[in-house]
């Protein structure tokens, strides 16, 4: 059984999470708090399996609760929620130690199986296509070359892969991975070849294609 805290400060989400988590018949919901700080006191209580965390709350919000039980060594694994696509929470999460990161309206099934990837020592790093990444993709043919299947990646491809196709740069890829900008390019050049394409544009909509920016 996973044992789950869930951090978030609208009531009825909660309410609604839990009776759908309950469903699951592997996860158990341990513990609720309403903010950061009732939420730092149960996790250190019930030391829960993983943790589902709001981004935006009253006083101390998910990030400053991340950031405080990261240095206090208290950190389960965790899994940001929010209600709206948000660069600047993805990456500051990242940072801060957040294994997962979801938009609230996700089904039942990604929830549950993001819960499962994140308690087995996994990330699930999924940003939604962002407006300026769409844009560029617009003048792009829809028919090119490209290995078909593509060669599989590995985990962490996957991960650059999805804050690649999030718009974000090698630097901001870097911060937020805590890995070297230099490694960021190699994991870059690694994809684009195992996909073989031969720019990051191609590289996100044959991404797209198989479905590995999906939910």
């Known amino acids: 059984m996973i044992r789950l805290a869930l951090i978030e400060d609208q009531t009825l989400v909660r309410r609604g999470l839990r009776a759908l988590l309950d469903l699951t018949g592997d996860m158990a919901i341990v513990a609720e708090a309403a903010d950061g700080e009732e939420g730092a006191r ?16 009253p006083g101390k919000n998910g990030i400053d609760l991340l950031t405080e039980l990261r240095r206090t060594d208290e950190l389960p694994p965790t899994i940001l929620l929010t209600t709206f696509d948000d660069d600047e929470a993805l990456l500051d999460g990242i940072r801060a130690g957040a294994r997962g990161y979801l938009l609230k309206d996700v089904s039942l099934e990604q929830l549950a199986d993001a819960i499962r990837t994140v ?17 560029g993709l617009e003048h792009v043919r829809q028919t090119f070359d490209a290995l078909d299947p593509p060669d599989p990646l590995t985990a962490r ?15 901001e890829i870097s911060d937020a991975l805590g890995i070297a900008e230099g490694t960021v390019k190699n994991h870059a050049s690694s994809v684009m070849s195992k996909l073989g394409v031969r ?17």
């Open 42 to 57: 149960v996790i250190r209580r019930e030391r829960p399996d993983v943790v589902l965390l709001d981004v935006r709350m």
């Open 119 to 135: 308690s087995r020592g996994e990330t699930l790093i999924r940003p939604a296509i962002t407006e300026r990444v769409l844009r």
């Open 157 to 171: 491809e996957l991960e650059v892969l999805r804050l690649m196709a999030g718009g974000y740069s090698n630097r």
């Open 199 to 215: 720019d990051r544009t191609r590289a996100v909509l044959k991404a797209l294609e198989h479905g590995y920016l999906g939910g």
